[in-house]
Every structure is written in C-alpha cells, then in structure tokens.
C-alpha cells in the first residue's frame, strides 16, 4: 500500500461515520418525496431518459457481486455514466441494510445494487445531508477517491 492509499483510507474512515447517517437521513428523505429508483436496470433506464434529474448515485455490493461478472459490467457503466455526468456517486457494503432503508417493508427488495436519487420534475428538493454527502464526494475526488465507500449505520 503507498503513502498516498494509506492517507485516502484515514481520511475517509474519519469521516465515514456522518456520512453514513447523512446517507441514510438523505434516502429516506428521498423515499418520503418519491425521489428513488431502485435496481439496476431502472437506474439504467432513468440515466438514459434524463441523466440531468439524478442527483445522487448508491451502488451496493455484497457476495454476488464477486462472482456476477454482468453485474461488475453494469457497475463499470453506471460509475463511467456518472462520472461523465458530474453525478455524485458512493458505494456501500452492505446492500440488506440499504434494501431495508429503500424497501416498503411489505415487499422484500431483489435488487438494490443500484440506488438513484433524483429531483422532482416540478422542482428539486434541498437537504442538507445530500450537499454534506455531494462535499463528501468532492473531498473523495480530490484525494484520487472516486467511488467512495459509505458504512450505512446498524439499526
């Protein structure tokens, strides 16, 4: 490991703990205000009708992610969309907890590898948490840190 990954690594575990619960805080603001979409190919299909109303990416990865060669296809072309976009973009470890921060707790969610935050067409939002996370992943770009991981916080 180099100098450099050992400071991107201390930095961003120093900060990981509020960006966790800003995440969550963000997501289920997002939830309330019909603002998500959720799976893979629906992120796939909201980027390529109106890339310009994403706001915020998640991408989850857990034991399948290992060994699904498409799924680590998708990703790659999520994360590139994103970065052509000026989209902000975080991975998180821990898809069963996401799942149940996006999910209805009458459905179980299949897939929640992919995560989108979008603005109403009648007008955006604003959160706090969401422009705390945005500087997150501004600070993360800065260190060379383009996919930052968030720890989502137990319950």
Not at 33 to 57: I, Q, R
Not at 90 to 103: F, P, T
Not at 113 to 136: M, Q, R, Y
Request: net charge negative; with cysteine; proline share 4%.
């Amino acid at each position: 490991m180099t100098l450099e990954e050992v400071l991107i690594q201390k930095t961003t575990t120093e900060r990981a703990p509020c960006t966790g619960t800003a995440l969550e805080e963000v997501l289920e603001a997002a939830k309330d205000n019909d603002s998500l979409t959720v799976g893979v190919y629906e992120c796939a299909k909201v980027m390529n009708l109106d890339p310009d109303s994403v706001s915020f990416c998640v991408l989850a990865m857990d034991e399948e992610f290992e060994c699904d060669i498409a799924l680590q296809i998708h990703f790659t072309l999520i994360q590139s969309f994103c970065f052509d976009n000026d989209i902000s973009i975080v991975r998180v470890s821990d898809m069963q907890r996401l799942a149940e921060i996006v999910g209805d707790k009458a459905e179980q969610l299949e897939d929640a590898h992919c995560v989108l935050i979008t603005n109403p067409a009648e007008g955006s939002w604003e959160d706090p948490a969401l422009e705390k996370l945005h500087l997150f992943c501004e600070e993360s770009r800065r260190l060379n840190d383009w996919v930052p991981e968030i720890s989502l916080p137990e319950r």
